[in-house]
């Protein structure tokens, strides 16, 4: 069956630092791949996809950036981190092809100080 | 541009009581899918339901039900008899599939739910 990683779960950053979060996805091949921010009081924001290696849109302008560089691994990063940067950060997959729903992560809560 | 509405932004119920969840979108496409996700305090998005534009019949799951209606652009979530371990945020959320997108959710704000014993 597929299962999806993400880590840490939780994380506290000074403003400025950099960040990385990682996600995988096991048990299939060829998924899309999803980064979603839900920021404090708010819904869930689409922040970029991906349905292949090194193939990344981006669906807001910000202060983050995001890489595949495997099949299955999709990271977000940032080089120096913003307050306005704090939310909880999830990843979700679909399959490849066909028409279902999204699978998530269990989230990294993530606090810029 | 598309958009899902959850007006509900809070509801509290005491166990047992029947409770209903609205969810209204917008969309100019014909061909489109609709989800609900069950968000814990754990954070987890918990997936509940999808449906296509396609699929207008009503569908029952053990004490949840939905109720899809394009006429009105709604569907909406009724959970049956609350329990304890119902509450929690519900998020309806749209979809098209362009290129593989299908995981471009547009999701409501959420309603909290809470089920007091």
Not at chain 1, 91 to 97: D, L, M, N, S, V
Not at chain 2, 25 to 45: A, H, I, M, N, V
Not at chain 2, 46 to 62: A, M, P, T
Request: proline share 4%; net charge neutral; with cysteine.
């Amino acid at each position: 069956s597929q299962t999806i990683h993400q880590w840490p779960a939780t994380l506290v950053q000074p403003v400025g630092s950099p960040l990385s979060l990682e996600c995988t996805v096991e048990g299939t091949s060829n998924p899309n791949l999803y980064w979603y921010r839900q920021a404090a009081g708010r819904g869930l924001q689409l922040l970029f996809y991906s349905v292949g290696i090194g193939q990344i849109s981006s669906e807001v302008p910000q202060n983050l950036s995001a890489s595949r560089p495997q099949d299955r691994q999709f990271i977000l990063s940032s080089k120096k981190l913003l307050l306005s940067d704090s939310g909880f950060y999830l990843c979700a997959w679909t399959p490849g092809q066909g028409i279902t729903e999204a699978f998530f992560g269990q989230g990294t809560r993530l606090t810029v100080v | 541009a598309q958009k899902v509405t959850q007006a509900q932004t809070e509801i509290s119920v005491v166990e047992k009581e029947d409770v209903t969840l609205d969810c209204v979108y917008e969309t100019r496409d014909t061909t489109y899918y609709l989800f609900w996700y069950k968000q814990p305090p754990s954070g987890e998005l918990v997936f509940l339901i999808r449906r296509n534009s396609f699929d207008e019949q009503n569908e029952i799951s053990g004490r949840y039900s939905w109720n899809f209606q394009k006429s009105t652009s709604s569907f909406n979530f009724t959970i049956t008899a609350s329990q304890v371990v119902d509450s929690a945020v519900y998020f309806c959320a749209l979809s098209m599939n362009y290129g593989g997108s299908q995981g471009n959710l547009i999701f409501g704000k959420g309603t909290k739910l809470s089920v007091k014993p």
